[in-house]
């Protein structure tokens, strides 16, 4: 770094992106809390350990085997040539944005003086990757086993969910380029896999017990602890504004990489390399939060856990366009899907006898999926992308945001890579004994050892004394 601009515009962004990882840390906090909120208290210990080893399990599984997958994956393989080097396979040759250079043992992967960048954007999406497995860990509360949780943390963690985004938040994806495809902020590629992947799960892991009567009503197993639930939520909105800015490049000059020749424009970015604000995003994220808390309010009559839930359902529905959208507009789409997300949770609870512990499905699931399909009708027209890449709605350009190309894309995200994969893994472990806890722990509790171990301790002490 011998330019001083360069030099300057490095350092930046790499101080720029730690601080991003810095608060995200904050969701997985608020995960935390809000899962041991809503949880009894015979198994507040292990819901809180269950959540906090996925940490290790995934960031491990991120550093071995994830990351390549993101850079190797944007063609599909076999789907659309890449802009790179122009092959469908892949990629893993010598280009630029190669899978080649993120092995573990590449010198992009340790302590390198000339490189400023990959770690800071490794751990960036490594948070991304523990916000996937948080979300499933709050739906299969109180019933499943730690093997269980770990082996499905490490499957949407570091493969599925980083398919997803190789394919349609990666500026060479393949749905970009054929379909349309625009999730700038994240409602499909984390929210609607993880909760479609937590609705696979759920089929097969059934409901907790006691949690329908015999002629199959729903009884409310309400959170235990609603303060840890308000601060858990609100440390979630906390880290999501973080997570917004780090799916952002915060300072990219345009003009070459447009083939604009002499032309300098410096400008933030999407995770499409396409221009956007950190001023816009900021009035359309506190909009879409405050229409998601006004709808939740009202329809769930002042309940203060789905009031909560929803300004996060809101802010979840209005991200695939919040680079885009007028605030007023992403107020309206995140009330939408707040009320979406409310009647398909109570829905499909009466209907299929589906036990969500903290709604997971319904926050992140549907309202992310209506946040894809409300986007390809508000932003018709709209390029998904500043390339040129050649798609197949007109055979010259890239394709432009769509109805049809959103709807397709939240099918993939929800139900292809989300619930499919979910309940063949739950299937498997099923199978094999390891799924779900004995009904005597479920009913003593999974922290019962731990509770009579502190009561004989207690008895030791008292006695002594």
Request: glycine share 12%; proline share 4%.
């Amino acid at each position: 770094m011998t330019d001083g601009l360069d030099a300057l515009m490095v350092i930046f962004t790499e101080f720029y992106y730690w601080i991003t990882v810095v608060l995200m840390f904050l969701i997985h906090v608020g995960f935390c809390m809000y899962e041991v909120g809503a949880s009894r208290y015979k198994h507040h210990q292990h819901t809180l350990m269950k959540n906090t080893m996925l940490i290790p399990l995934v960031t491990v599984t991120w550093f071995l085997f994830g990351w390549w997958i993101y850079w190797a994956f944007p063609t599909g393989p076999g789907l659309a040539p890449s802009i790179m080097n122009g092959s469908t396979a892949l990629i893993t040759d010598e280009s630029t944005f190669s899978a080649k250079w993120y092995v573990p043992n590449s010198s992009l992967m340790a302590v390198n003086l000339g490189d400023h960048i990959s770690g800071v954007f490794w751990a960036a999406f490594l948070l991304f990757s523990w916000t996937a497995a948080s979300i499933v860990s709050g739906a299969v509360i109180e019933r499943i086993t730690t093997f269980a949780f770990g082996i499905l943390a490490i499957a949407i963690g570091s493969v599925f969910w980083t398919i997803d985004a190789a394919w349609g938040w990666h500026f060479d994806g393949w749905m970009l380029k054929l379909l349309g495809y625009h999730d700038a902020y994240a409602s499909g590629v984390i929210h609607a896999i993880a909760g479609g992947f937590a609705l696979g799960i759920l089929v097969v892991l059934g409901p907790r017990l006691g949690k329908f009567t015999s002629s199959g009503e729903p009884r409310n197993i309400g959170p235990r602890n609603p303060w840890l639930v308000t601060v858990g939520l609100f440390l979630i909105y906390t880290g999501f504004w973080g997570f917004y800015a780090a799916c952002n490049i915060p300072i990219f000059n345009l003009g070459p990489e447009y083939g604009m020749e002499g032309v300098t424009y410096f400008t933030a970015t999407n995770i499409y390399v396409t221009p956007t604000t950190l001023s816009g995003i900021t009035f359309n994220f506190l909009m879409s939060l405050s229409g998601g808390l006004l709808a939740g309010y009202l329809i769930s009559k002042g309940d203060p856990f789905w009031t909560y839930s929803s300004g996060l359902a809101g802010i979840i529905c209005a991200s695939a366009g919040n680079d885009l959208y007028h605030p007023i507009q992403a107020m309206i789409i995140a009330m939408i899907g707040v009320v979406v997300a409310y009647k398909m949770h109570f829905w499909v609870e009466r209907k299929f006898k589906i036990d969500d512990a903290v709604g997971a499905v319904a926050v992140h699931g549907y309202a992310g999926v209506a946040g894809l399909i409300i986007c390809g009708f508000v932003l018709n027209g709209y390029p998904s992308s500043g390339y040129s890449v050649g798609a197949m709605w007109d055979g010259a350009t890239y394709a432009a945001i769509n109805p049809l190309g959103m709807f397709i894309g939240a099918i993939i995200m929800f139900v292809v890579l989300g619930f499919i994969p979910g309940w063949i893994i739950a299937k498997v472990l099923h199978g094999m004994g390891k799924l779900r806890i004995p009904r005597e722990v479920e009913l003593a509790g999974l922290d019962f050892e731990i509770m009579e171990a502190a009561k004989n301790d207690e008895k030791s002490v008292a006695s002594s004394s």
